[in-house]
């Protein structure tokens, strides 16, 4: 059974910066992509809108495939948004790996938080960047600065969305042990 790759590859062409897209996001978060809009009526944090809905953004299927994807060690690119699923799903790996089973919400906050808000990350093309054969290198400084700030918006959102997914029943103060059981799973045996 082959790995599941993202909707998102039928979109006509999305900005490229090197051959990684810059989908539209639902977010509040500034960046250099418009943002999506909300769903109408409002989500629960730990819920995302249907697939058919035009508030549905790669980040949500990213948190949908996260768990079935997470078992392959091969996975076929067939197209730009699979490539930002994959780094979705690195760095939902990397979100959990932080969050210890007795971490409360502010203690796992904290530290998701400040993996999210780093900026010191590798982009394709620099030496720590996982799957350098699969991803070209941005053409020039420029495009590097954006593809840096979209991937900090795509790193936020994330983190905030992980969190309320992970800490989805309000009464506790634990982690969901469902998402925790991934912690030391690597997708295709790579991480960030």
């Known amino acids: 059974m082959p790995a599941y790759n ?3 590859n039928a979109d006509p062409t999305p900005r490229l910066i090197g051959n990684f897209p810059l989908f539209p996001l ?9 943002p999506l809009p909300f769903p109408d009526p409002p989500l629960a944090a730990n819920e995302s809108p249907d697939p058919d809905s035009e508030s549905y953004d790669i980040l949500d299927e990213t948190l ?4 079935a994807n ?13 490539r930002l699923l994959v780094y ?4 939902i790996s990397d979100c959990l790996g932080r969050i210890k089973p007795h971490y409360g919400v502010r203690e796992a906050t904290k530290e998701v938080n400040n993996a999210a808000l780093d900026v010191n990350f590798a982009l394709p093309g620099d030496p720590g960047w996982p799957l350098n054969q699969m991803y070209e290198p941005p053409r020039d400084r420029q495009d ?7 991937l900090s918006q795509v790193r936020q959102e994330l983190a ?11 009464t506790e103060d634990k982690p969901s042990k469902w998402w ?5 799973r690597k997708f295709m045996g790579k991480g960030l």
Do not use: C, H
Request: glycine share 6%; net charge positive.
């Open 70 to 82: 997470t078992f392959f060690r091969n996975f076929e690119i067939q197209g730009p948004a699979d």
């Open 64 to 67: 949908a495939l996260f768990r």
């Open 144 to 150: 590097a600065e954006v593809l840096r700030q979209y």
């Open 88 to 91: 979705g799903i690195w760095f």
């Open 6 to 8: 993202s909707v998102f």
């Open 26 to 34: 639902r977010t509040k978060i500034r960046g250099p992509t418009y």
């Open 160 to 170: 905030q969305r992980l969190l309320a997914r992970v800490y989805d029943d309000e």
């Open 180 to 184: 925790l059981s991934f912690t030391k």
